[in-house]
């Protein structure tokens, strides 16, 4: 495999960290460029550059010409963006707007992550909204300017170094994890019932690398086979249940054909059921 050099943004977050540590294992160049306003300097990887600022100024920070960028960095929460719109258009329209205007003057291959609720909840938070309108974007520019783009789509991710229940930013995984390892009642949303498919980390970054590496102007649907309630996921921890009115973005969702990620070679190694019964012991 040819050495590239390659940017990460988000690349101190919590899917960005792991995805690092598998470029460089790849033995390629590595930037990050992140304002942590969710990442973590606790995530940064031996060999990775790393390089502090706002998306929007990914033109200071990094001089160099990318072979590939993986757009990692925006802003990722549903509930907690129809309180902070400002931030939401900041971090994810102007952000991502900057980024797009950079791999426009590079004129290498990006690969955007999307997010699910593209399909789902487009119109139900302004985070919904914006990352629908920026996958428009990158399909966009990819075809006025004759770009190499994939974009891809994760599906709850979980996984070691998640972000547990800190300022509503956490995931639902490791927010109950934490919960029974504290001894804490699970706090659920409306009656439960509401689904999701469940991702390893390891598997998306299989699928973030493989969609750059092979992936065309395409989306792919990073995203397990199984579906589980919130219900269930917090019986399988075990424990008390707290349950409260539900959100505006309280949502179901289901698993997404990942047969063209498939077709790549992706094949998911991890399921959600076995990570639980393994974190209950830590």
């Known amino acids: 495999m040819d050495k590239k050099l390659i940017v ?4 101190a ?5 792991h ?8 033995g390629h160049r590595v930037i990050s460029l992140d304002n942590y306003f969710t990442g973590s300097r606790d995530n940064h990887v031996p060999g990775v550059e790393y390089r502090e600022g706002h998306t929007k100024d990914i033109a200071k920070h990094i001089s160099e010409t990318p072979d590939l960028i993986y757009h990692l960095g925006e802003y990722a929460r549903i509930a907690k963006s129809i309180d902070e719109p400002e931030v939401v258009w900041d971090l994810n ?9 950079f791999w426009r003057a590079k004129r290498c291959k990006l690969v955007y992550a999307g997010s699910s609720t ?5 119109d139900k938070s302004p985070y919904a909204w914006a990352k629908a309108a920026n996958s428009e974007l990158v399909a966009g520019y990819g075809a006025w300017y004759d770009l190499s783009y994939s974009i891809v789509y994760f599906y709850n991710v979980y996984g070691p170094g998640e972000r547990g229940g800190v300022d509503n930013y956490g995931t639902i995984i490791e927010t ?5 390892l504290a001894g804490k009642a699970h706090e659920v949303r409306g009656d439960g019932s509401q689904t999701r498919a469940f991702t390893h980390v390891e598997d998306t970054v299989d699928g973030i690398v493989l969609a750059g590496e092979k992936g065309g ?5 990073i995203c397990a086979p199984e579906v589980y309630s919130i219900l269930d996921v917090a019986h399988m921890f075990g424990g008390d249940i707290s349950f409260l009115p539900p959100t505006k973005t309280t949502r179901s969702s289901g698993a997404m054909d990942s047969a063209n990620l498939q077709a790549l070679g992706w094949q998911p190694r991890h399921t959600l ?6 974190a209950k012991k830590k």
Do not use: H, M, P
């Not at 995805?19 to 790849?26: G, K, P, T, Y």
């Not at 329209?93 to 205007?101: C, E, K």
């Not at 593209?118 to 487009?122: I, V």
């Open 273 to 278: 059921a076995a990570y639980i019964e393994e």
């Open 8 to 11: 990460v943004t988000g690349g």
């Open 93 to 101: 329209v102007a952000g991502t707007f900057g980024v797009a205007q």
């Open 176 to 180: 109950f994890r934490q919960n029974y």
């Open 19 to 26: 995805l690092c540590a598998r470029l460089v294992a790849d």
């Open 118 to 122: 593209k399909f789902e909840a487009r």
């Open 217 to 221: 102007k395409d989306e792919y649907a």
């Open 13 to 17: 977050g919590f899917i960005g960290s």
